[in-house]
């Protein structure tokens, strides 16, 4: 069963550095997310992006964030200088319609 | 906003029934998931309702909705110690296609 792939596991940065989190989603799905969970609190919405743009972000996708689905397969995020409380496990989810998410193993960001 | 409960730990007997229980705020909730996560694993979408229904079953799997009091359970038939996991229970509402809103989540425990 195709699932969504998520790279690196674990990802451990210095604050102020530049971060890109990779997912690819299942092949013949057209929606994509990005999910985040701090220790200890709920799962929170990111973005939602599809036909290669966004189409809709929440409070905390601020400027420091960005997605970009550079070629037919993968879905990245970036986030271009990181602070201490981006610490968080990042979800990405894909979706053949909107009204089905199938989400990734994530990746751990660890800022120091 | 959608805003999701759920309570925070649930143990139960090997061979017995769970239920787990969710409240939502947003009465225009379309869709209501449960997702299971496993330990060091990703969220996996165990089964969705939409608001039409009040029932839907799926093998050991029985999830209620009582759109009235905003209420929905998921109730796992013959529990086994492979349902030990985090269950979250999340919704969609009508404004906001694609954005998933998750509960704390409910951790359940099963004891031989």
């Known amino acids: 069963e195709p699932e969504v792939t998520q790279t690196p596991s674990h990802q451990v940065t210095q604050m102020g550095q530049e971060v890109i989190l990779r997912c690819v989603p299942i092949?013949?799905?057209?929606?994509f997310y990005w999910y985040r969970q701090i220790l200890g609190q709920k799962v929170e919405f990111l973005v939602s992006?599809?036909?290669?743009?966004?189409?809709?972000k929440s409070e905390i996708f601020d400027d420091q964030f960005s997605v970009e689905r550079p070629d037919g397969s993968n879905f990245t995020l970036k986030i271009r200088s990181t602070k201490l409380e981006d610490s968080a496990m990042y979800f990405c989810?894909?979706?053949?319609?909107?009204?089905?998410?199938?989400f990734g193993p994530g990746t751990r960001l660890t800022v120091l | 906003g959608e805003d999701v409960e759920q309570s925070l730990f649930l143990s139960v007997r090997e061979g017995d029934s769970s239920v787990i229980n969710c409240t939502y705020t947003?009465?225009?909730?379309?869709?209501l998931y449960w997702y299971k996560q496993e330990p060091g694993a990703g969220l996996q979408l165990l089964t969705y309702?939409?608001?039409?229904?009040d029932m839907k079953q799926d093998q050991r799997l029985t999830v209620l909705l009582n759109k009235k009091d905003k209420h929905l359970s998921l109730r796992i038939a013959d529990t086994q110690t492979g349902d030990s996991a985090i269950y979250f229970c999340?919704?969609?509402?009508?404004?906001?296609?694609?954005?998933?809103?998750f509960g704390a989540g409910t951790q359940v425990v099963v004891t031989p």
């Open positions: 309702i939409f608001s039409n229904m």
């Open positions: 092949s013949n799905h057209l929606y």
């Open positions: 992006f599809y036909n290669n743009e966004i189409s809709e």
């Open positions: 989810a894909s979706g053949r319609k909107t009204d089905t998410q199938y």
């Open positions: 999340a919704g969609m509402t009508t404004d906001s296609w694609g954005k998933l809103q």
């Open positions: 947003d009465s225009s909730s379309t869709y």
